[in-house]
Structures are given as structure tokens and as C-alpha cells.
């Protein structure tokens, strides 16, 4: 199976960012205000790294247009079943080395940390290369993408090096449910069950971000990051999560 290893695979539709705008004032480099021009989900997700400038995109652009070279070479003329098992493993392998909570896309090219978004993320991007089609699937406390193959859907689980390739239908649709009742075990939260884009994938990190800021007392850029992450992905809990920012930035400027 060939891969098209061009810049094309940073450039993606974001209809959504064509119909609002963002005052200047919440971006921290006029590199990440480019990305959001340029409707480029993945390019946001790693310019929301304020260390992330041109350069540096264009460093894990190279870095990730030799993976794909690399993996082609691994994937030519095998059968499509085992295609996704070898984009899994080999792409875990060599890419997703350290599992960490509360890191940046952008640290899966520095470090090869990386936590259920980023490496959500950066499985996305090969399949998109590869043309297979995929669902990101949302839930409060994860995320985790859905391949589908000649008819055939795996459960691909970036945190699992060993057993996140997940073919069984039995054993999908019992991950799927464990992942509901883990949302369901926490009191006065929505449980959230969602399939998503990469577009919304961006704003989770940004949600993310902003989550960790508040609960630092960072109140006026926790504010900024969820202003971004409504932008892109407007759900019940980020627009409720918008609402308490606004209200604490507001009061700080207040007092």
C-alpha cells in the first residue's frame, strides 16, 4: 500500500473556523493565529506549544514525512488485514515511547511522550494517509480511534503497546462499554460518549490545557486556552467550562 508522504497531510478542512473569528489578543505567537488561519487541526494542535514556531513545524513535518517513508517500505505489498497491525505496532515502537498525562502533541516529536490524545492524534494522521477510515471516539476521561478495513473495524488503543490493537468484536464492545461505565462512576459530570473529529481532537487538547491552568490559578490563560478549544469544538462541557472561566477571569480583573 503506498502513503503519500506530502505536506498535504497538515492541511485539512475546518469548515467550522470559516463561519467565527478569535480576537488576536488569545494567541500567544503569530504562529499558532497562522495555524488557525490556515484551518489546519493538526498544525494547531502543535502550535498550541507557545516553544513551537515555523521551524520547529516544519522539523516534525520532516520527521513525520520519514516515518511514513519508513513505514511504507514495512507495509508494500502485504495484505490489508495486517496493514493497521503493522502501522500499529511499528508506529508504537518507534514513535510513542513514554506514556504521560497532561502532555502536548508537540511532545510526541521532542520526546516520544505522549497520553490518549496525542498518540489518538497521531495514528489519525497516518490513516489518513493511508486512506482508511477511522472514528475518533470520545468519552470524559479518553479517547481512542476505530479503524475500518475490508469490512472489519479494530479498535486501535494508543495507551496499550502490547494489546491496543484490538480486532475481536466481543472485546471491542466490551472496551467500549468499560469506558462508559468508568464516566458513569463519577457523580454530577454528563457522561460523554461522542464520535468526534481530528478538528474537535484539537480542541480537547486546548481544553486540556485550560483545565490544567485553572487548577494552577492561571485563570486569565486558562480563559484564553478554552476560548480556543469553544472555537473548535463548541460541546456541552467545553461551552459549560467556557462559562466558569469567563466568570473567574472576569472576577479576577475585578478585585
Not at 510526541?108 to 471516539?137: R, V, W
Not at 478538528?199 to 487548577?215: R, V
Request: charged residues 25%; proline residues 2%.
Amino acid at each position: 500500500m503506498k502513503i503519500n508522504a506530502t505536506i498535504c497531510l497538515f492541511i485539512l478542512s475546518l469548515s467550522a473556523l470559516a463561519q467565527q473569528d478569535l480576537d488576536a489578543e488569545v494567541f500567544h505567537s503569530d504562529f499558532e493565529q497562522q495555524a488557525f488561519s490556515n484551518a489546519d487541526p493538526l498544525q494547531i494542535m502543535l502550535a498550541a506549544d507557545p516553544l513551537v514556531d515555523s521551524n520547529k513545524y516544519n522539523q516534525y513535518l520532516t520527521d513525520f514525512r520519514t516515518h511514513l517513508d519508513k513505514l511504507g517500505r514495512k507495509v508494500a505489498n502485504i495484505h490489508p488485514r495486517m496493514v493497521l497491525e503493522r502501522v500499529f505496532y511499528y508506529s508504537h515502537r518507534k514513535k510513542l515511547s513514554w506514556y504521560r498525562n497532561d502532555v502536548l502533541f508537540s511532545d510526541l516529536f521532542e520526546s516520544g511522550k505522549y497520553d490518549c490524545l496525542t498518540g489518538t492524534a497521531f495514528y489519525a494522521a497516518i490513516l489518513d494517509q493511508l486512506s482508511i477510515p477511522y472514528n475518533i471516539y470520545e468519552f470524559n476521561y479518553h479517547v481512542f480511534l476505530m479503524a475500518y478495513l475490508d469490512g472489519e473495524k479494530v479498535l486501535i488503543e494508543p495507551t496499550d503497546a502490547i494489546n491496543g490493537f484490538i480486532t475481536d468484536e466481543k472485546e471491542i464492545a466490551r472496551q467500549i462499554e468499560k469506558f462508559k461505565a468508568e464516566d458513569g462512576m463519577t457523580l454530577n459530570i454528563d457522561a460523554v460518549n461522542n464520535i468526534i473529529s481530528l478538528e474537535d481532537l484539537a480542541g480537547l487538547q486546548y481544553y486540556n490545557m485550560g483545565i490544567d491552568l485553572y487548577n494552577q490559578g492561571k485563570f486569565d490563560k486558562a480563559f484564553t486556552n478554552i476560548q480556543k478549544a469553544n472555537f473548535l469544538y463548541p460541546s456541552k462541557r467545553i461551552k459549560e467550562m467556557h462559562r466558569i472561566f469567563r466568570s473567574q477571569a472576569v472576577l479576577v480583573t475585578s478585585n
